[in-house]
């Protein structure tokens, strides 16, 4: 069985707006992003574009680096699931289709796995939404300790 997995895009965002916080004295470059997450400097760029769009950052072109618009305290991590466009709301789940109408199971198994998908994933949203940037930041600067 093939095992899903929600896009890096969600931690690697979390991973910016932490290095922007920490290094608020740091010329922050998507070249300086990219070795800290150990990627491609295009892949850093496409996220920070989302960042961007979300109103979080501001990338000034070339070497002047990215900096943060908005206090990290008031990011959540629900606002930056939903600015990198991990998954459409209510796609989190997919469930299987075609299935044989005339079985007990096929013919209601969407239905019910649906109420349930659902419920997951506005307990899942409502968890994201009682952490923010702040909170990531705290707990990496205690590590560091």
């Not at 305290?73 to 466009?85: G, K, M, N, S």
Request: hydrophobic share 45%; net charge neutral.
């Amino acid at each position: 069985m093939s095992e899903v997995k929600i896009s890096t895009r969600f931690s690697v965002a979390i991973h910016i707006l932490s290095m922007l916080s920490i290094g608020k004295n740091t010329i922050c470059t998507s070249e300086l992003f990219a070795s800290s997450v150990n990627t491609n400097p295009v892949v850093i760029r496409r996220i920070t574009g989302m960042l961007k769009k979300a109103g979080f950052i501001n990338v000034n072109l070339g070497y002047g680096g990215t900096t943060l618009l908005k206090p990290i305290e008031q990011i959540t991590l629900l606002d930056v699931y939903r600015a990198v466009d991990v998954v459409k709301e209510g796609h989190l789940f997919q469930i299987h289709e075609d299935t044989e109408l005339s079985c007990i199971v096929g013919a209601n198994i969407q239905n019910v796995l649906a109420i349930i998908f659902k419920k997951v994933e506005i307990s899942m949203e409502d968890v994201l939404a009682s952490f923010t940037i702040q909170d990531i930041v705290n707990d990496l600067l205690k590590k560091a300790q």
